[in-house]
């Protein structure tokens, strides 16, 4: 028999201390047997006292005592942290400790348990089911990109006379090595996470349970072990080899003529994921300080530009910042000091289309009439892509280093994203569900773009006076209108568009002179003004505040904002 309950099966009277107890006074809380119930009630008439039996008594659901088994613990000790009877009370033990009523100290732990629970549900179990459903993209990406790769081999290959069909084999046989052992250590990664999320289940579970009980002894024991899933599972990305094909010619080994493999990787990246947030679990539950809006943002440095018609801003670093104008010169300004430390021309001459800065500080711009995404790298100019029938618009880089890319066709009817990695294109975001374009289309239509920290892709569509905003696989979230009334109660037509830490969408209004916040799923927050004039270009830095590119002819400034806690 469990000695608590076999203590309590044998409970006596707390007056007689012979007689078992049959009856528990809720008011006093004393344990009687039917004999003394009358002389305990005698002894204090001042007071009401309620009567139930022992069977149904509420005090049931106090533990026993570990040092003295008949005795109910009522008490709770702080720095022992352990429950205490009576008995232990008057004891040299717990003198000039801090004693608690035990039912307040029931209510704390239930509540610190529900916080850990929230947690657990809102938080890193959401989280982990979207790695494992990263991860397992990733897995057929890889498949479908191996095919690819394959399928380039192959049609390489039927240019060649039948004596290379044996090289050819084995060059299909190394990349299947290759896939094979990455989709296994994928496979591996994908299974431990899984196990995480039954562990994580396995806990919520557990914690339902505790949190519905009516045994404290259960709520005391209770270990919640939050802290072994908050450090996430590194991130795996894997790097494909590229096949690069060889010139034929006789002097050369076929092998080297016909081209090969180039070395490929599988990285692990530490802090590869974030923890998935949602409102409620910022609020609830939640050990770090969440930022919260200004509700009066300032502005923190003002930087002056020589440029006039400033439409583009972007961070290098929390330091300086690239900026473009109607003119083909980009230029990079210190923010502190607010003076020019470098320009670059672009190749063509010719206006860029949008800018953006790569992981490793490379500096991208587009060429619209030129066709071509550029990036700037020891000081040289190289294209990376070069279209046909389509001119790039906007671009920017994103968080796997990919390059999205937003471009119109050659007779502005038809408008797209597309996601490359280096100059191969992966991804095609063009059509909702039943077939509508989703980006408005014409000569004098303007797109702005980015990525949030969600994975969501967000385009700043004036053409359509919206703000659209797709997930990672393309499908169409919503489309925000504005929000009326506007400052100037002027029509809705974003231009730049950012994101920041918490997944705000942040995009310029320039003819209601401010910035729109909305949240990940559209929900409006607030306005920016801090008296701007035609807000245009738009971004963040790592700490949160905003840089706003003016193109007012008047006002060719950027503005440093501070809009968070």
Not at 73 to 89: F, H, W
Not at 512 to 517: E, L, S, T
Request: charged share 30%; aromatic share 6%.
């Amino acid at each position: 028999m469990e000695p608590r309950i076999s203590a309590q099966d044998v409970m006596k009277c707390n007056m007689c201390e012979t007689a078992d107890a049959k009856i528990r006074c809720d008011s006093c809380l004393v344990n009687l047997c039917t004999t003394c119930v009358g002389t305990h009630t005698i002894s204090d008439e001042s007071k009401k006292h309620v009567f139930v039996k022992f069977q149904s008594r509420k005090s049931s659901l106090y533990p026993g005592c570990i040092l003295h088994g008949y005795k109910q613990c009522e008490t709770y000790c702080n720095q022992c942290d352990i429950p205490v009877c009576n008995t232990c009370v008057a004891s040299d033990q717990h003198i000039g400790h801090d004693l608690l009523k035990i039912l307040q100290v029931l209510d704390d732990k239930k509540r610190k348990i529900i916080e850990e629970q929230t947690k657990l549900k809102e938080t890193i179990y959401p989280t982990y089911q979207d790695i494992a459903s990263d991860v397992q993209n990733r897995m057929s990406q890889l498949e479908k990109e191996h095919e690819d790769l394959s399928t380039d081999i192959t049609s390489h290959g039927e240019v060649w006379h039948r004596e290379i069909d044996k090289l050819l084999k084995k060059l299909k046989a190394e990349d299947d090595e290759i896939k094979n052992a990455q989709l296994r250590v994928l496979q591996k990664h994908l299974d431990e996470i899984n196990k995480k999320v039954s562990d994580i289940k396995d806990e919520i579970d557990s914690n339902d349970m505790t949190i519905n009980s009516k045994d404290i002894s259960k709520v005391f024991s209770a270990k919640v072990n939050v802290d072994r899933y908050t450090k996430l599972p590194r991130k795996l990305v894997p790097s494909l080899p590229e096949f690069i094909p060889g010139r034929i010619d006789e002097e050369e080994e076929l092998r080297k003529i016909f081209g090969a493999l180039s070395p490929s990787s599988l990285i692990s990246e530490e802090h590869g994921y974030s923890m998935k947030t949602t409102q409620k679990s910022l609020e609830v539950g939640s050990s770090t300080p969440v930022k919260q809006l200004l509700d009066e943002p300032e502005t923190v440095t003002t930087i002056r530009t020589r440029q006039i018609y400033l439409s583009g801003v972007v961070c290098l670093n929390d330091e300086e910042i690239w900026t473009k104008e109607n003119g083909s010169i980009m230029r990079l300004y210190s923010i502190n000091q607010g003076s020019e430390l470098k320009a670059f021309r672009t190749k063509s001459d010719r206006m860029p289309g949008g800018i953006a800065v790569t992981k490793n500080g490379d500096l991208v711009y587009t060429d619209y009439d030129g066709r071509s995404v550029n990036i700037v790298k020891n000081e040289e100019i190289e294209e990376v892509i070069k279209l046909q029938k389509w001119k790039p618009r906007n671009v920017c880089s994103t968080f796997s280093s990919d390059l999205l890319v937003i471009m119109d066709s050659d007779d502005f009817r038809k408008s797209k994203v597309v996601r490359y990695s280096g100059s191969t294109e992966k991804q095609t975001i063009q059509f909702d569900d039943i077939g509508k374009s989703l980006f408005s289309s014409g000569f004098l239509y303007r797109h702005m773009i980015t990525e949030n920290r969600n994975l969501d892709i967000c385009v700043s569509d004036n053409g359509a006076k919206s703000v659209v905003v797709v997930n990672q696989a393309g499908k169409l979230k919503f489309r925000y209108k504005g929000h009326t009334p506007a400052p100037k109660n002027k029509p809705f037509s974003p231009r730049g568009i950012t994101t920041d830490s918490l997944c705000h969408i942040l995009t310029a209004d320039p003819f209601n002179d401010c910035v729109h916040i909305i949240d990940q799923d559209g929900q409006f927050l607030c306005f920016i003004d801090c008296e701007l004039s035609e807000p245009w270009g738009l971004c963040t830095d790592t700490n949160d505040n905003l840089f706003v590119a003016q193109r007012s002819m008047f006002d060719s400034r950027v503005k440093k904002i501070k809009y968070l806690q």
